[in-house]
C-alpha cells in the first residue's frame, strides 16, 4: 500500500494543481514544459550574455522547439488512446452495461491494459448472467421463478395501464402427485421438466412477448399478450402440447384458469381469479380451462 501511495504521490500532485482537468491535459503541460527547457536556457544564456547568440538563432530554436512539442503532443495524445478507450469502455459498462470490444492483440503495457479489462469484462458479465439466471429462474424447469414472474407481472401491469391487452392464466399439473407416489420424486421431477420445455415453447410460439413461469411446486403462470380469441387458442394450444404419456400407464396434463388484468386492477385481485377459475377447471374434470371474468367470485376457503 505504502508503495502504490509513492508510486502515485506525482499523479495526486498534478491532480491537485489540475483538478477539473483531463489526464491527457496534464500529460500535455507537462511535456510542453519539458520540451522548453532548453528554449529558456538558451533564452536565459542570452540575457545574461549579451550578444553572444544572434536573435536569428534564438528564432530557429524557438520556431524548432514549438514544432517539436506540436509534434510530441499530437503524438501523446494518439498513444494515449488505449488508456482513454479503456477508461471509457469502463464507464459505457458501468453506467449502460455496454462494453464496445476493445483490442486484444497488442503486447505493450497499454495493449496489455485494454486486453487484460476486455477479458475481465467478459468474466464479470459471464457471472453476471449466470447469478441472474440462479436469482431469476427456476433451477429445475429453467423457467421464470415465482418472484421473476412477479417482476414481470408488474411490467406487465404497467402495459395495461398504457393501453395493451394481456391475461394470465395459473396452470396446475394434473396426475403429477400420483407419479411422484408410484415412481419416485426423481422421475417425477423429469416429468415436470418436459412438461415446464413444452409449455416454454408452446406460450411463446406466435407470440414472443408471451412468457411462462414455474409458480410454485406443480404449478405454472402464462401470461399472454393480445385479444381474447387469440390468449384463448394459445392456451388451448399450450394444453394439447402439454398432455402427454407418463411413466408406466400414467398420463400427465395440465388444468388452467384464466382471466383478463384490468387497468388499475390489484395483482392480488387478478390473481385470486386466475386460481378461482383453476378450481372449477380442476374441479370439473381437469384437462381443461376455464376463464374468470372481473365479477368472478374467488373460491372461499
Avoid at 104 to 113: C, K, N, V, Y
Avoid at 232 to 238: A, D, F, T
Avoid at 253 to 261: F, M
Avoid at 274 to 300: C, H, I, M, V
Wanted: aromatic share 8%.
Amino acid at each position: 500500500m505504502h508503495r502504490q501511495q509513492t508510486r502515485l504521490r506525482f499523479y495526486e500532485f498534478a491532480a491537485r494543481i489540475f483538478p477539473r482537468r483531463s489526464y491527457g491535459f496534464k500529460i500535455f503541460v507537462l511535456a510542453f514544459l519539458c520540451t522548453h527547457v532548453p528554449l529558456w536556457s538558451l533564452c536565459v544564456y542570452m540575457a545574461l550574455q549579451a550578444g553572444a547568440l544572434s536573435w536569428a538563432l534564438l528564432g530557429v530554436a524557438t520556431a524548432g522547439t514549438l514544432a517539436g512539442t506540436l509534434a510530441l503532443l499530437a503524438g501523446l495524445h494518439r498513444l494515449l488512446q488505449p488508456v482513454l478507450l479503456t477508461g471509457e469502455t469502463l464507464h459505457a459498462y458501468y453506467q449502460e452495461r455496454r462494453a464496445p470490444a476493445l483490442p486484444r492483440t497488442f503486447t505493450d503495457e497499454a495493449g496489455r491494459l485494454m486486453a487484460d479489462v476486455a477479458r475481465a469484462i467478459d468474466r464479470f458479465e459471464i457471472a453476471r448472467r449466470e447469478l441472474e439466471q440462479q436469482v431469476r429462474h427456476d433451477p429445475l424447469t429453467g423457467l421464470y421463478n415465482r418472484r421473476a414472474a412477479e417482476e414481470k407481472l408488474r411490467a406487465v401491469a404497467d402495459l395495461v395501464e398504457q393501453g395493451d391487452e394481456w391475461r394470465i392464466a395459473l396452470l396446475d399439473v394434473d396426475g403429477l402427485g400420483g407419479i411422484n407416489g408410484r415412481f419416485g420424486r426423481q422421475i417425477g421431477d423429469g416429468v415436470l421438466r418436459d412438461l415446464a420445455a413444452r409449455a416454454g415453447l408452446a406460450t411463446s410460439d406466435g407470440c414472443p412477448r408471451s412468457w411462462v413461469a414455474r409458480w410454485g411446486g406443480d404449478e405454472f403462470l402464462a401470461a399472454f399478450a393480445g385479444k381474447e380469441r387469440d390468449c384463448l387458442r394459445r392456451l388451448q394450444r399450450l394444453l394439447d402440447r402439454c398432455r402427454m404419456k407418463g411413466p408406466g400407464d400414467t398420463y400427465v396434463s395440465l388444468s388452467a384458469g384464466l382471466t383478463r388484468l384490468r387497468e388499475g386492477e390489484p395483482l392480488e385481485i387478478i390473481l385470486q381469479r386466475a386460481d378461482f377459475a383453476l378450481y372449477r377447471a380442476k374441479s370439473g374434470g381437469r384437462d381443461r380451462f376455464e376463464t374468470a371474468d372481473a365479477n368472478s367470485a374467488p373460491q372461499p376457503s
